[in-house]
């Protein structure tokens, strides 16, 4: 055989070999292509929908749902049910991806409570919780009622209203007791004793003290042995 035919033949052989070779390359590129876009699932609009139903919802498509552990209160959206999520309704995910998801709390509740009777920190501390605002605060010294204690309010309970102004007894002003020694006995427990008859306690500091347990307390203004008297501020330093 002629040396330019076998030469021309041996030329088709590996032409044919590399044909081959792009046609698997190809083709297996375009299945791997194909098996990637199967895993792939379109994240569905969980918005609105109850938790529990979002995450089998989620678990049908291959998806897992997590959720913030802290509600957000919304005027739309009843609580329990999922208020936002991420990634959006609609974006293309792998299987097994996590959505993140934040749930409602429902709306605040827009009735003042009732606050009567109840301490000036405490009324204060439910005020800020249910989500109003504190107005004002005005004071007054009587024997007729606890010292510190929430006398009147302004709006009524279960007025719809965003603010409430408060009226505090301070107590009666010639009430005076001795201030007593309280190095050495636990900070907190000292306050929640003091607290209710109308002393302002706070913890205005910590050191360290060898050999004290953590929360003790280390020195006390006034010191004792002076006179104080309700609605009067107590400074506790405690160990740490």
């Known amino acids: 055989m002629p040396l330019t035919v076998r030469v021309w033949s041996l030329g088709k052989v590996f032409l044919l ?6 046609t698997f390359f190809a083709f297996a590129l375009v299945g791997m292509r194909v098996a990637l876009r199967t895993r792939e699932v379109e994240v569905p609009n969980l ?3 109850p938790v529990d139903q979002a995450s089998q919802v989620a678990a049908h498509l291959s998806l897992a749902i ?11 959206i009843p609580a329990g049910r999922v208020l936002l999520q991420d990634p959006p309704a609609g974006a293309e995910v792998r299987q097994q991806r996590t959505i993140r998801v934040w749930v409602s709390a429902g709306p605040r509740s827009t009735t003042l409570p009732s606050l009567v009777g109840q301490s000036d920190r405490a009324a204060r501390l439910r005020v800020g919780e249910d989500g109003f605002e504190m107005a004002a605060v005005s004071e007054f010294r009587s024997a007729d009622y606890q010292p510190d204690a929430v006398v009147s309010q302004d709006p009524a309970p279960g007025s719809r209203a965003p603010r409430v102004s408060l009226l505090v007894n301070r107590g009666d002003h010639t009430a005076t007791y001795v201030m007593p020694d309280l190095v050495g006995v636990n900070g907190e427990g000292a306050a929640e004793v003091l607290r209710p008859f109308g002393f302002r306690v706070s913890i205005v500091g910590s050191q360290p003290r060898q050999g004290v347990p953590a929360g003790t307390v280390v020195r006390h203004q006034p010191a004792s042995g002076f006179p104080v008297g309700p609605s009067d501020a107590i400074s506790l330093e ?3």
């Open 238 to 240: 405690v160990s740490r």
């Open 66 to 76: 997590r959720a913030d552990p802290n509600p957000r209160p919304d005027e739309k």
């Open 17 to 22: 070999a590399g044909a081959l070779v792009a």
């Open 47 to 49: 918005v609105g929908t």
